[in-house]
């Protein structure tokens, strides 16, 4: 009887252990924020679309499955967005003022408290030493997933893309991770990407808006054309559909304009294009970054522009908006 006893109370606390390590949890704090929401969504397709996570006397709690370490991001009410990276079993907690946001602790795994010691070492410091941090974080730190996230942010999803930075930094994470295969995803994604270098043609693309339409290259020859990827829950990318309105008023049908749209439910894309009274095409399919036509650009951020000219070969890949109003200038006599 003894040994049947010791025999289901291990199995409880085995199953109990079980469901424990497939839970992620996240535990915050906010000083100046009563009550409010984020948003967090996940670079790796860990959350299908969007999760909203309710603060409620300055706290708040977010709890998900999580079989496999994955990024996460947290979009505050500022738009400023923090990654947090979780793993199974693990728990962290989340410190900070919210009128001081920068100076956010994250404590509880190695992972996100390496991504605390890099926030702390980079402010203060100018864009350039950032850059210049990041990359020596990468080298020192090379099998985290921070360095991967530090690889994205600063050397690829930025209005000056640094290919070649990228590649030798993705192989110097490939000498020591583990998780290859996620590497080599990110190598194969740089390549595409470096298939936008300025001077070349657009890749070929074809895909359907929200109103049934066929879009494809053949939209891009003729006369100039901006690209862009926005998504509804994103501050800067509404803000640059608000000043691609501005350009259709501008230059008419002298420039061409086409907007993808991540949101993961079609339906919040078709509201903001018709409460917009935005004219030009919008393609949004609900599968956010895994859009068939991004997977192929090697997009994986917003807002992303590219501009290309008359004769469908690219001009700017991801300006910022003073480039893109100097480049139409000259492309639009």
Same mark, same amino acid.
């Given at each position: 009887?003894?040994?049947?006893?010791?025999i289901?109370?291990?199995?409880?606390?085995?199953?109990s252990? =079980?469901?424990?390590?497939n839970?992620?949890?996240?535990?915050?704090?906010?000083?100046?924020?009563n009550q409010?929401?984020?948003?967090?969504?996940?670079m790796?397709?860990?959350?299908?679309?969007?999760?909203?996570i309710?603060v409620? =006397?300055?706290r708040?709690?977010?709890?998900?499955?999580?079989?496999s370490p994955?990024?996460?991001?947290?979009?505050?009410?500022?738009?400023?967005?923090?990654?947090?990276?979780?793993?199974?079993?693990?728990?962290?907690?989340?410190?900070?003022?919210?009128?001081?946001l920068?100076?956010?602790e994250?404590?509880?795994t190695?992972?996100?408290?390496?991504?605390?010691?890099?926030?702390?070492?980079?402010?203060g410091?100018?864009?350039?030493?950032?850059?210049?941090h990041?990359?020596t974080?990468?080298?020192d730190?090379?099998?985290?997933?921070?360095?991967?996230?530090?690889?994205?942010?600063?050397f690829?999803?930025?209005h000056k893309?640094?290919y070649?930075?990228?590649?030798?930094?993705?192989?110097?994470?490939?000498s020591?991770?583990?998780?290859?295969?996620?590497?080599?995803?990110?190598?194969?994604?740089?390549?595409?990407?470096?298939?936008?270098?300025v001077?070349?043609?657009?890749?070929?693309?074809?895909a359907?808006?929200?109103?049934?339409k066929?879009?494809?290259?053949?939209?891009?020859?003729?006369?100039?054309?901006?690209?862009?990827?926005?998504?509804?829950?994103?501050?800067?990318?509404?803000?640059?559909?608000?000043?691609?309105?501005?350009?259709?008023?501008?230059?008419?049908?002298?420039?061409?304009?086409?907007?993808?749209?991540?949101?993961?439910?079609?339906?919040?894309?078709?509201?903001?294009?018709?409460?917009?009274?935005?004219?030009?095409p919008?393609?949004?399919?609900?599968?956010?970054?895994?859009?068939?036509?991004?997977?192929?650009? =090697?997009?994986?951020?917003?807002?992303y522009?590219?501009?290309?000219?008359?004769? =469908?070969?690219?001009?700017?890949?991801?300006?910022?908006?003073?480039?893109?109003?100097?480049?139409?200038?000259?492309?639009?006599?």
């Amino acid at each position: 009887m003894k040994r049947l006893n010791y025999i289901i109370l291990l199995t409880l606390i085995l199953v109990s252990c =079980g469901t424990k390590s497939n839970r992620f949890k996240i535990d915050g704090k906010f000083l100046n924020l009563n009550q409010g929401e984020f948003y967090v969504y996940s670079m790796d397709g860990s959350i299908n679309g969007l999760d909203t996570i309710k603060v409620e =006397g300055g706290r708040f709690r977010y709890d998900i499955d999580c079989s496999s370490p994955s990024t996460l991001v947290i979009v505050f009410p500022n738009y400023s967005e923090q990654p947090v990276f979780a793993e199974p079993g693990g728990k962290v907690t989340i410190k900070a003022d919210a009128s001081h946001l920068k100076k956010m602790e994250i404590k509880g795994t190695d992972e996100n408290e390496l991504m605390t010691k890099f926030r702390k070492m980079i402010d203060g410091v100018s864009p350039p030493d950032e850059c210049l941090h990041a990359e020596t974080f990468i080298k020192d730190h090379s099998d985290s997933k921070v360095s991967l996230y530090l690889l994205q942010k600063y050397f690829l999803n930025t209005h000056k893309p640094d290919y070649n930075k990228a590649l030798e930094l993705s192989n110097v994470i490939l000498s020591e991770t583990q998780d290859s295969l996620v590497v080599m995803t990110l190598k194969e994604r740089i390549q595409v990407l470096s298939n936008l270098s300025v001077g070349k043609p657009l890749p070929k693309f074809s895909a359907k808006d929200i109103n049934g339409k066929v879009v494809n290259n053949s939209l891009l020859k003729g006369k100039p054309c901006l690209l862009s990827v926005w998504g509804t829950w994103n501050y800067d990318s509404e803000n640059n559909q608000s000043r691609m309105i501005d350009y259709k008023r501008m230059y008419g049908d002298k420039l061409t304009l086409l907007s993808f749209c991540v949101d993961a439910d079609v339906n919040n894309c078709k509201r903001r294009v018709k409460v917009n009274s935005i004219s030009w095409p919008n393609v949004c399919d609900g599968k956010l970054f895994e859009s068939p036509v991004l997977r192929s650009l =090697g997009i994986t951020d917003v807002p992303y522009n590219i501009l290309v000219d008359k004769n =469908g070969k690219v001009v700017a890949v991801n300006p910022d908006i003073k480039i893109i109003e100097e480049e139409l200038k000259k492309l639009i006599k």
